[in-house]
């Protein structure tokens, strides 16, 4: 009780933490693949966000959150890549 | 309720694997952030898509098996299908850095999937 109680919530700081840093680099990138490889990163923290939530609080519906995240986080970044390498070739 | 009643080695497991995964997860984002330049940069994220995720996932394994004194595998599905699908986004991404790159005239190496003009491949 005692472990889990503060060994959770800083991995959850360390979690976001590490969102921010990913934040810096999304909102910093020099080009559109460095912001696309940044928001791929941050889907994958908020994922394992999810995972350690679901631990804190005992509960399992985080487990489905954490899914869908890891699903439209897929979508979202290979559709970008596809526009970064096909938007270019029509130009 | 903030956690519930587990032995004192699960705790103690669960505590080290979610501790690992996140400091994994901090080394991987501050990796993004340090490295100079795209090509080193795409390389950081794959520690936190396979040894943070891992650990995470093996303390979600151990905290709601203990917990519900069953065998819970369920977060092996997220693991699994970032196996899958991590690989795809990567390659799609570093692709596309790669054409924009060619097409920027950096030094890149040339394409080799398919035959290129002999003017350029001493670009």
């Known amino acids: 009780m005692s472990i889990l109680s503060w060994a959770l919530p800083a991995a959850l700081a360390m979690l976001a933490l590490a969102m921010v840093l990913t934040l810096v680099r999304l909102l910093r990138g020099p080009a559109a693949q460095d912001r696309v490889l940044a928001l791929d990163c941050m889907y ?16 399992a519906h985080y487990f489905e959150a954490a899914l869908l995240v890891a699903l439209f986080g897929f979508v979202g970044s290979t559709a970008m890549a596809k526009f970064l390498l096909r938007g270019e070739v029509i130009e | 309720m903030s956690t519930a009643d587990l032995p004192l080695w699960a705790e103690v497991a669960v505590a080290a694997l979610a501790l690992l995964g996140a400091g994994i997860a901090l080394v991987g984002s501050l990796g993004l952030l340090r490295l100079p330049t795209y090509f080193e940069r795409v390389h950081a994220p794959a520690i936190i898509a396979t040894l943070g995720l891992w650990c995470i996932m093996h303390a979600s394994i151990v905290y709601f ?3 519900g ?18 690989p795809v986004t990567n390659i799609f ?10 097409r920027a005239g950096q030094s890149v190496p040339p394409n080799l999937s398919h035959k290129a003009a002999p003017e350029a491949e001493n670009s």
Request: proline share 2%; aromatic share 6%.
């Open chain 2, 93 to 102: 991404l570093m692709r596309a850095a790669l054409f924009r790159a060619r």
């Open chain 2, 65 to 67: 098996s203990v917990l």
């Open chain 2, 69 to 86: 004194r069953s065998l819970a595998l369920h977060p092996l599905l997220i693991a699994l299908f970032i196996a899958i699908t991590v």
């Open chain 1, 44 to 59: 994958l923290n908020g994922m394992l966000l999810m995972l350690v939530l679901g631990m804190q609080f005992a509960s």
